[in-house]
């Protein structure tokens, strides 16, 4: 099978051709794809060496599927025209996961509305993807109908350039390159992409949307707040939610522990819950700090946690391609 990276050389495709060796997915033949000015280098794959290539050499390879992660504007120009050439994109970015005509998938919750003629399939936000994993299972027993979300991002989520930025500041270089406006060592910046007319971020709103297409459920209320701070990667979330319905602790943490992708990390004797540090290189969501809201009723309280450029990107995005292979949709 042959399989396109598009933007094989940033974080997140680096990433993504990290996750198919060590998930063995059937790659034959590896195309890359990055900007012209990346066109001819060489990158490794399964002690392989593979040059990168214009993406019109990687439409005419026909690879069956192109993992897409060169951002949005890339993704709109580029991705329709690899549909049209009959190849099953899997795109990253948010260009099209509120397209009413494109699937936006989790494969432990909804990879069931996939059909052979999606040809351009959504990768939801890195923060939405975590959040989900752990909700909807409960959401399945108890029904929620509000969220409140804090999150608390890693640097890489924004980029290489944050992620220079943030060690540039650690050694006391000031002259660097910037990918936000204020120092982020030692200091956590409470916007995540672009402000809207309503007072919330984009990052915000995605994670107001995107839950609801991903648990097909539009009645649920979800207002988000979301903080990048200095850590290099995964995200964590503080996630209070109110169900309709009663529910008892224990039962919560049994069917956390038995849902898919889902690992409780919930000790309070030994001090034990979710973090950045345990969660990264894993592909799975870890949930903790497991308590009731005693404010309200029907309301619980949760620390979610999860590496964002695993499951929060490239994991899931190649779970969507094996769920497509396994089903033989492509």
Same mark, same amino acid.
Request: glycine content about 6%; hydrophobic content about 40%; overall charge negative.
């Given at each position: 099978?042959?399989?396109?990276?598009?933007?094989?050389?940033?974080?997140?495709?680096?990433?993504?051709?990290?996750?198919?060796?060590?998930?063995?997915? =059937?790659?034959?033949?590896?195309?890359?794809?990055? @900007?012209?000015?990346?066109?001819?280098?060489?990158?490794?794959?399964?002690?392989?060496? %593979?040059?990168?290539?214009? %993406?019109?050499?990687?439409?005419?390879?026909?690879?069956?599927?192109?993992?897409? &992660?060169?951002?949005?504007?890339?993704?709109?120009?580029?991705?329709?025209?690899?549909?049209?050439?009959?190849?099953?994109?899997?795109?990253?970015?948010?260009?099209?996961?509120?397209?009413?005509?494109?699937?936006?998938?989790?494969?432990?919750?909804?990879?069931?509305?996939?059909?052979?003629?999606?040809?351009?399939?959504?990768?939801?936000?890195?923060?939405?993807?975590?959040?989900?994993?752990?909700?909807?299972?409960?959401?399945?027993?108890?029904?929620?109908?509000?969220?409140?979300?804090?999150? %608390? $991002?890693?640097? @890489?989520?924004?980029?290489?350039?944050?992620?220079?930025?943030?060690?540039?500041?650690?050694?006391?270089? &000031?002259?660097?390159?910037?990918?936000?406006?204020?120092?982020?060592?030692?200091?956590?910046?409470?916007?995540?992409?672009?402000?809207?007319?309503?007072?919330?971020?984009?990052?915000?709103?995605?994670?107001?949307?995107?839950?609801?297409?991903?648990?097909?459920?539009?009645?649920?209320?979800?207002?988000?707040?979301?903080?990048?701070?200095?850590?290099?990667?995964?995200? @964590?979330? &503080?996630?209070?939610?109110?169900?309709?319905?009663?529910?008892?602790?224990?039962?919560?943490?049994?069917?956390?522990?038995?849902? =898919?992708?889902?690992?409780?990390?919930?000790?309070?004797?030994? $001090?034990?819950?979710?973090? =950045?540090?345990?969660?990264?290189?894993?592909?799975?969501?870890?949930?903790?700090?497991?308590?009731?809201?005693?404010?309200?009723?029907?309301?619980?309280?949760?620390?979610?946690? @999860?590496?964002?450029?695993?499951?929060?990107?490239?994991?899931?995005?190649?779970?969507?391609?094996? %769920?497509?292979?396994? $089903?033989?949709?492509?």
């Amino acid at each position: 099978m042959k399989v396109a990276v598009v933007g094989a050389t940033g974080l997140v495709g680096s990433k993504m051709l990290q996750v198919l060796e060590e998930r063995d997915f =059937p790659v034959s033949e590896l195309l890359p794809v990055a @900007s012209e000015r990346s066109i001819g280098k060489e990158i490794e794959f399964r002690q392989k060496k %593979y040059k990168v290539v214009f %993406y019109e050499d990687a439409i005419a390879a026909k690879p069956a599927i192109a993992l897409f &992660s060169a951002g949005g504007e890339t993704s709109l120009e580029l991705a329709p025209k690899f549909a049209e050439a009959g190849i099953t994109v899997i795109d990253n970015s948010s260009a099209w996961r509120m397209d009413a005509t494109k699937k936006l998938v989790v494969p432990e919750i909804n990879a069931d509305v996939l059909t052979p003629e999606d040809k351009i399939v959504a990768n939801p936000n890195c923060s939405t993807i975590q959040m989900v994993v752990a909700l909807n299972p409960l959401h399945k027993k108890y029904k929620i109908n509000r969220i409140v979300v804090s999150t %608390y $991002q890693s640097v @890489s989520g924004t980029g290489k350039k944050a992620v220079d930025q943030l060690f540039n500041e650690r050694k006391g270089v &000031s002259d660097g390159p910037m990918a936000y406006k204020y120092q982020i060592d030692l200091n956590a910046i409470p916007q995540i992409d672009v402000f809207l007319e309503n007072g919330y971020t984009k990052e915000e709103m995605k994670m107001v949307n995107e839950t609801k297409k991903i648990m097909r459920d539009d009645n649920i209320l979800v207002t988000a707040t979301t903080v990048r701070i200095p850590v290099i990667g995964g995200h @964590s979330e &503080s996630v209070n939610v109110e169900f309709d319905n009663e529910f008892d602790i224990k039962e919560v943490i049994e069917i956390l522990r038995g849902a =898919p992708g889902v690992i409780v990390q919930d000790d309070l004797v030994k $001090q034990m819950y979710p973090m =950045p540090l345990w969660a990264h290189e894993k592909d799975e969501v870890f949930v903790g700090r497991i308590r009731r809201d005693e404010t309200r009723p029907n309301t619980l309280n949760l620390w979610i946690v @999860s590496d964002n450029l695993r499951k929060g990107a490239a994991t899931n995005a190649i779970q969507i391609a094996e %769920y497509l292979l396994k $089903q033989d949709l492509l």
